[in-house]
């Protein structure tokens, strides 16, 4: 028999999906509402109020009609970011950040996009046809297959996954931002900068990408900074396998400074997911999987 609340739930905004920032604005102003139905003498709608209201924050992850795409715009009219997301283009993180020198140094330089790209098209696992950089069929089944394999595994584990595939001056740690489970990737180093945080369809991405590329291309390092290009080219979603939107439309986490248009986004807008963000107009031009 099928459950008539499930008209109502949004699975996509809520449990590990729920986007806290959302759900703490939708509740502040379920009880400005109730507050001033109770101030106007009218307790009884303030108390329907308050069950209908907290039921649909319960079971839709908001209660205001279309917050996921307007709370953000909102929010850029703020002086501080709750989404904590940053600039466009470090929205997501990458396994690319996590570098080292042979001593336990910090690295700032890294394989370059031109290193990437040889070895990828040296691997055979990618290539290069009418200006467009697309997947062989070969590397994207690879790809797929780890990807899947990953996807239903806990936060802990891909935390652990991501130890095992970084240098050993960077420690792969589990925890939670506003609600969303992240992995987060800090230097024992004093000079590398601020920790990177992986969201969990973002890691999931990467790393498969990591472990499909093992047996094409030796340097680890090139192996990490393949992942963050590689997700350009993503058709499906790595947590879902539902097919995933280019859009300008502002996302559920996403502020835009007003006057500025949104940067163009490769997203799953079943998981709320973003898995690239494309800041340069080259980006876009990848045939993706």
Known sequence: MTDPLDRVRRPEYTGEDRCWPCTITNALLLVVAVTIALRRGRRTAAAALAVVGTGAITLR?????????????????????????????????????????????????????????AALLEADAVAAADDEIRLTEAFRADWRRERRALRNRSVDALAHVADERTPPSIEARPTRTWGRPVVVLESACDDAGPPTTLHRGVAVAELAADRALESRIDDPAIRRAAGRPLRS?????PLCDGELTVSR???????????????????CPSCDERFFVFDEPGDGDADRE
């Open 61 to 117: 992850g908001y209660l205001v009609p279309y917050t996921p795409r307007v709370a953000p715009r909102l929010v850029a009219w703020l002086p501080i970011d709750p989404f904590d997301h940053g600039e466009p283009g470090a929205t997501t993180g990458s396994l690319a950040a996590s570098r080292a020198g042979a001593e336990g140094t910090a690295d700032s330089e890294g394989p370059d996009g031109d290193d990437v790209l």
């Open 233 to 237: 080219l993503l058709e499906t979603c």
């Open 249 to 267: 439309s502002s996302c559920c986490g996403e502020t835009t400074p007003p006057g500025q248009r949104p940067s163009e986004k490769l997203f």
